[in-house]
């Protein structure tokens, strides 16, 4: 605000400035003389120029604006990952038609704190009744299976052969996790009979 009110005056200037030289290019003598004169017109230029405090005011503001940006760019750490699915004796798809085998996961971007869900079906590909069980393994890097956690909706219900059910995954990134930029895991879904 204080800048526009800044570049108000200063046109404003500008103009009884070009009125007085009428397209001169000024000296610095000519500079000297053509602001006593608009000082004398009234318009004191000097008035127009924004002063210490303001200037100091604006500069500290500025630099509260840009470490506050830093810190919240520092303290927010982002978090890109792929999940490879591998099934035992079942078969995951992305669809509910089950026409969309589907072997990996991308969760996309993850702040800490966040949590993330990705549906999907697991149909009972063997000859038998089945329950499932899920695992995690080949965490890069290790240290990222201490703050990040996997979960899903199933609840051991028995799985008849050929039929399929609806599973929710929800991958969990803990608030306090450190040192971990980018990760990638194994999901192991298996069916037991």
Known sequence: MLAAIFVHKYLALRRQVSRLQYGRVLGVGRMRRLVRQVNAGGSKFWRLLPGTKVIVCFVAVSVVALLVGAVIGVSLVRIRNVGTI?????????DEELSSVLDEIAWGTLDPGESRNFDCWVKNTGNAAQTLTLLTENWVPAVAQSSISLSWSYNNEVIQPGAAVPVTFTLSVDP???GVNSFSFDIIVQGVA
């Open 86 to 94: 591998r099934a035992i004796g079942v078969q995951v798809f992305a």
């Open 176 to 178: 306090g996790i450190a």
